[in-house]
Structures are given as structure tokens and as C-alpha cells.
């Protein structure tokens, strides 16, 4: 069973970078499938930042398009998020999760996720 | 973008019952592309139903899925202790894929 896992800071000051990481195990990223991004503020619904495959190409939320950048490092099986000049409104839970059948489609597996809180 | 609308906002029933409910895009939703995922508090959503009325590996016979035109329909046929908790639909037919806003299923 493929098991996916956030890691990364919890806490990050206004207009500063926040950096995230997807480990993956029991699946090799470079076999295939697309990866993506997915936050959740608290007490909110979901949204979907971007996706990544194995290649590098990557899809992006137009939402936040201008302050996203996913990555990926197919030699640790991990994929990364890194988003720009965070506010408060950054607040949220983050999923990472496998995607199946188009490059912004269904999450079969999903990450614990792991709340980042911008704040000063 | 695609807004899926859910309804109703929080659904209040007993253990036994059915529950129905609903998911409405704003526009067709290409290919049946629709997915239903259910969320406990504290827990990452859990896929239940991909292609509009596929169910997912290892989701009970309780779940089904349908679809006519733009409405979306969830249905658990005889809600388990297990099964309160919040359903979101997900639209993957056009980009940017996006979520309704979910639908609370509480213990009357």
C-alpha cells in the first residue's frame, strides 16, 4: 500500500516561503502516476494547489499559480511545494496525495497532512 | 472554473437511515469525472466513489454514486456509527479541479 508523508516547518512568518516535502513509500514516483498538492484552511473545504509527474511537468491552481512551485526528486521518491510571500491566509492543513487519471484528477491516497500556520 | 454547490449544508439522521445527498455543477462535468470523499475530524478525506458511480477499493456496498446531467447524487443506504462525518465532491473534468464546499452527515 503506497503511503505518502508531509514534512516540513509548521509555522512560518508573513511574506517568507513556506516549504513543504512529500515522502512516498511502497511506490516508486518514477514508475508513473501524478502527485499533487491539496490544502484544507481549518474549519474550511479543499482546494487544490498543483499537481507534478514523474517528468517535472507541473499544473498549478491558476489561483496561486504566481506564488507556487512544485518540484520533484524522483532519486528520494519525494515531491516538494514551495509557496511565496505567505499571509495568514496561507493558514491550512496540507495534503499531499497520489492523483489518477488526468493531471488534476481523483486522490486515491493522501498524506496525514500537516498544518502550517503563518504567523509573526 | 467549475463550482459544484453541495447540499444540504448539514444532514441530521439516525444510525439505519438512508442518507442522500447532493452535488451540482455549475457546468457539465466532462466524462463523468466526479469524485465523493469522506472526511472525519482530524483525518485526511477518504476516496469513496471516482468516475461519478465507481466505488473505490475497499468502500462498502452502503455507498453509491449517480449522476444525471449536471446532479451529482451520494447515497449510503443504511448509515453505520462510522459513516458521520463530512462528504466533499470533487469535479476532475476540467482544470482547475475543485471541491464543493461538503456536506455534514451528524447523528440526530
Known amino acids: 500500500q503506497v503511503q505518502l508523508e508531509e514534512s516540513g516547518p509548521g509555522l512560518v512568518k508573513p511574506s517568507e516561503t513556506l516549504s513543504l516535502t512529500c515522502s512516498v513509500s511502497?511506490?516508486?514516483?518514477?514508475?508513473?502516476?501524478?502527485w499533487g498538492w491539496i490544502r484544507q484552511p481549518p474549519g474550511k473545504g479543499l482546494e487544490w494547489i498543483g499537481t507534478?509527474?514523474?517528468?517535472?511537468?507541473?499544473y498549478y491552481n491558476p489561483s496561486l499559480q504566481s506564488r507556487v512551485t512544485i518540484s520533484v526528486d524522483t532519486s528520494k521518491n519525494h515531491f516538494s511545494l514551495t509557496l511565496n510571500s505567505v499571509t495568514a491566509a496561507d493558514t491550512a492543513v496540507y495534503y499531499c496525495?497520489?492523483?489518477?487519471?488526468?493531471?488534476?484528477?481523483?486522490?486515491?491516497?493522501w498524506g496525514q497532512g500537516m498544518l502550517v500556520t503563518v504567523s509573526s | 472554473e467549475i463550482v459544484l454547490t453541495q447540499s444540504p449544508g448539514t444532514l441530521s439522521l439516525s444510525p439505519g437511515e438512508r442518507a442522500t445527498l447532493s452535488c451540482r455543477a455549475s457546468?457539465?462535468?466532462?466524462?463523468?469525472?466526479l469524485a465523493w470523499y469522506q472526511q472525519k475530524p482530524g483525518q485526511a478525506p477518504r476516496l469513496l466513489i471516482y468516475?461519478?458511480?465507481r466505488r473505490a477499493s475497499g468502500i462498502p456496498d452502503r455507498f453509491s454514486g449517480s449522476e444525471s446531467g449536471t446532479d451529482f447524487t451520494l447515497i449510503i443506504s443504511r448509515l453505520e456509527p462510522e459513516d458521520f462525518a463530512v462528504y466533499y465532491c470533487?469535479?476532475?473534468?476540467?482544470?482547475?479541479?475543485?471541491f464543493g464546499q461538503g456536506t455534514k452527515v451528524e447523528i440526530k
Open positions: 470533487q469535479q476532475y473534468g476540467r482544470s482547475p479541479g475543485t
Open positions: 507534478i509527474y514523474r517528468s517535472g511537468d507541473t
Open positions: 496525495a497520489r492523483i489518477i487519471v488526468t493531471k488534476f484528477g481523483y486522490f486515491d491516497c
Open positions: 457546468q457539465g462535468v466532462r466524462s463523468s469525472f
Open positions: 511502497n511506490y516508486s514516483i518514477s514508475s508513473g502516476y501524478y
Open positions: 468516475g461519478a458511480s
